[in-house]
């Protein structure tokens, strides 16, 4: 159930270790198991912030229940995640946070 979306004007040489080590922060950030972890990288972007094209990242992290008071320590941890894989400065990075009501977030056809 939670999602965990980059878009970047990055190049990722390993997208899928990237995306690896996303899944498991993310299930680590949310105190879930990461089977119910989806992410998603969309790396080499055309993409501008405050006019200038180097490196940034927007980041949409979405989950059922997300506890609105722990937003700011997961911007910290998502922030610093992709200083360190990906060189983009926390100046750089928006995150769009939402937690859909259950029944707005549908799975195996049915919803939550």
Same mark, same amino acid.
């Given at each position: 159930?939670?999602?965990?979306?980059?878009?970047?004007? %990055?190049? %990722?040489?390993?997208?899928?270790?990237?995306?690896?080590?996303?899944?498991?922060?993310?299930?680590?950030?949310?105190?879930?198991?990461?089977?119910? %972890?989806?992410?998603?990288?969309?790396?080499? =972007?055309?993409?501008?912030?405050?006019?200038?094209?180097?490196?940034?990242?927007? %980041?949409?992290?979405?989950?059922? @229940?997300?506890?609105?008071? $722990?937003?700011? =320590?997961?911007?910290? @941890?998502?922030?610093?995640?992709?200083? $360190?894989?990906?060189?983009?400065?926390?100046?750089?990075?928006?995150?769009?946070?939402?937690?859909?009501?259950?029944?707005?977030? @549908?799975?195996? @056809?049915?919803?939550?």
């Amino acid at each position: 159930m939670p999602y965990l979306s980059v878009q970047t004007n %990055v190049s %990722v040489a390993d997208e899928a270790g990237f995306l690896s080590r996303i899944s498991k922060q993310a299930a680590r950030m949310l105190g879930k198991p990461e089977s119910y %972890v989806m992410v998603h990288i969309d790396a080499d =972007a055309a993409m501008l912030f405050a006019g200038s094209a180097e490196p940034l990242a927007y %980041v949409e992290l979405k989950s059922l @229940g997300l506890p609105e008071g $722990d937003t700011t =320590a997961f911007s910290a @941890g998502l922030c610093s995640l992709l200083q $360190d894989e990906l060189g983009i400065d926390a100046e750089r990075i928006y995150i769009e946070f939402s937690g859909p009501e259950r029944h707005m977030w @549908g799975w195996n @056809g049915a919803t939550f």
